[in-house]
């Protein structure tokens, strides 16, 4: 297979997986709680149910509203492109900078925003403005945790960041411990998972990302959840990619790409297990102590960088 191939498979992966993914998470959940769960392939059964339907929109609707979740979906794959799962010698290599990640994940939650607030609603300006003062907490936190990691790879491109993990032999550093722990913790927030947001409920006192997507039907609605699974898959790989490389290959070759696969397949069974079980055992955080919740996030991801300078640099 040439590289062109790979990644365009590694891309359609990643968006076909998706829901799967977050089918898996209800469904360890479900057994967690003594229960029997939907099954693995519902959220799959729920777009498709979602696409047959019938788009129904405001009076007061703009090309925005209409626009939002093309944009979104897009924007969400495209950054998904970016983060190599399998495979790190693709044309997408010299593209795949955490700068330009950040950027495709700021233009789809703007345009999301943008939706919520369009028809005037009270839920989506809520959800927006909650949205966006959460979004200037979370996003410092995740390019400091990044940076910690970019300092030895001496780049911020995820190649480069990869690649150099995989040719420098193990070692227990306390920054990278630290930069670990700040991007699991703005992992969920991002992907609006508990204890920040709850994908499962519709409160006003709780709802964030789902407050912004109560005016959406039919395909529309469809391509937001989409989305939103996609950023799931995303930042789980993301923290794969970073912290846990092994069985990532750096060169194009079909056995090679088996392996990585299952190398993938496995840690993020572990990861979104894990994931599961912090949700059953946790209970959503209250508003106004989120952005505590992400602050700590930023001390810590900042912590890692003052020990990578004050203790790993100099020995």
């Known amino acids: 297979m040439t590289s062109l191939t790979m990644q365009l498979l590694q891309a359609l992966l990643m968006v076909l997986l998706a829901p799967l993914a977050s089918g898996f998470v209800a469904l360890v959940k479900a057994r967690l709680q003594n229960r029997r769960g939907a099954g693995l392939l519902q959220p799959w059964r729920d777009l498709r149910k979602l696409f047959a339907k019938e788009v129904v929109l405001a009076e007061n609707a703009s090309w925005i509203f209409r626009a939002a979740p093309y944009v979104v979906f897009t924007a969400t794959v495209m950054a998904a492109s970016v983060v190599p799962p399998l495979l790190i010698d ?3 290599a010299l593209t795949a ?10 233009l789809a939650r703007f345009f999301l925003a943008l939706a919520g607030m369009d028809v005037g609603t009270a839920f989506g300006g809520m959800g927006a403005s909650r949205e966006m003062t959460f979004s200037a907490l979370a996003e410092p936190a995740m390019l400091m945790s990044i940076f910690v990691l970019s300092l030895g790879a001496h780049s911020t491109n995820l190649t480069v960041m990869i690649h150099h993990l995989l040719v420098t032999p193990p070692t227990i550093q306390p920054s990278i411990a630290f930069a670990l722990v700040a991007m699991v913790m703005v992992a969920v927030a991002e992907s609006g998972r508990i204890p920040v947001d709850n994908p499962t409920t519709h409160l006003e006192l709780t709802m964030i990302h ?13 391509l937001m959840e989409w989305a939103a699974q996609v950023k799931l898959l995303l930042f789980a790989t993301l923290i794969i990619d970073l912290f846990l490389p092994w069985g990532v290959e750096i060169s194009a070759d079909a056995a090679g790409f088996v392996l990585a696969l299952a190398c993938w397949l496995g840690k993020l069974v572990v990861l979104l297990g894990a994931l599961a079980l912090l949700e059953t055992g946790m209970a959503k955080l209250r508003m106004f102590e989120v952005p505590q919740y992400l602050g700590t996030a930023f001390v810590l991801a900042f912590l890692g960088l003052m020990i990578h300078y004050m203790l790993e640099v100099s020995l």
């Not at 900078?97 to 700021?106: Q, S």
């Not at 789902?210 to 469809?222: I, N, P, V």
């Open 97 to 106: 900078d955490v700068i330009a990640l950040v950027a495709l994940l700021a």
């Open 210 to 222: 789902e407050a912004m997507l109560l005016e959406y039907s039919g395909r529309h609605l469809a």
């Open 90 to 92: 693709t044309p997408l």
